[in-house]
């Protein structure tokens, strides 16, 4: 098994921290406290803070050093507008492209995605759900849609904790993901643009929810 180089698990653990909260949007990332906390010495912190520059999560602030962006309404409202032409896109190719095995991928995934009263936690939620996404990029066959998908899934790291801590939204996004891939296996491909786009306006909805705090 490839071991985990320090800066790659540096990386790793300060984005996860982005995600779930625990780090958010206007903090200061201080190397000498983040390398105390991850038992790692300054340099590979230094790195993983680079490259969360180099991924838009990370900003450079006047008299505070590295600080974790912050997103106003309208960047939010621009993140989810392209979000869903992209996530459209990736559906309908995906009905046009997928192989079979790509297909039953998707069914694999979907099927570890349990109802919401199994209390499966919601940041594993959110993992199950980006896998099931990610399955859906590559079954386009689009390299370069893929890769702008990549770095909407970047920026989305700066909205913090996810939506499907929202009660009600697990099952949603599920019953959501169903419909997609019903789309997809049936080669339809309006059928699959669009059901992809109303699931982002789904999680578009449920983001306003989390920000106005009224989960």
């Known amino acids: 098994m490839k071991k985990t180089s320090a800066p790659t698990s540096a990386y790793e653990q300060l984005r996860a ?10 903090d200061r990332l201080r190397e000498v406290e983040l390398a105390e906390d991850l038992g790692l010495s300054r340099t590979p912190v230094r790195e993983a803070i680079r490259r969360l520059e180099q991924d838009g999560i990370v900003e450079h ?16 409202t621009e993140l989810y507008t392209i979000r869903e032409v992209l ?21 694999e995934v979907l099927a570890t ?15 199950r759900n980006a896998i099931f996404h990610g399955v859906v990029g590559q079954a386009a066959h689009n390299r370069f849609l893929l890769s702008a998908i990549d770095g ?10 996810t939506t499907l801590s929202i009660k009600g939204r697990i099952d949603a996004a599920r019953n959501e993901h169903q419909a997609i891939l019903s789309a997809i296996a ?23 929810r989390l920000i106005y705090d009224v989960a």
Do not use: M
Request: charged letters at 25%; hydrophobic letters at 45%; aromatic letters at 2%.
């Open 17 to 26: 921290r982005i995600l779930n909260g625990e780090i958010r949007p206007g």
């Open 61 to 76: 602030a006047a008299h505070k050093g590295a600080v974790v962006r912050l997103l106003d309404q309208s960047s939010i």
């Open 87 to 107: 996530e459209g896109t990736a559906a309908r190719l995906a009905a046009q492209h997928a192989s079979e095995i790509e297909i039953e991928a998707l069914e």
């Open 113 to 127: 995605q349990p109802p919401e009263s199994d209390d499966l936690d919601a940041v594993e939620a959110s993992r």
């Open 152 to 161: 909407i899934a970047s920026a989305l790291t700066l909205l913090g904790p």
């Open 186 to 208: 049936a080669r339809d491909a309006d059928a699959a643009e669009n059901a992809a786009r109303a699931h982002i306006r789904s999680a578009y909805r449920a983001r306003l």
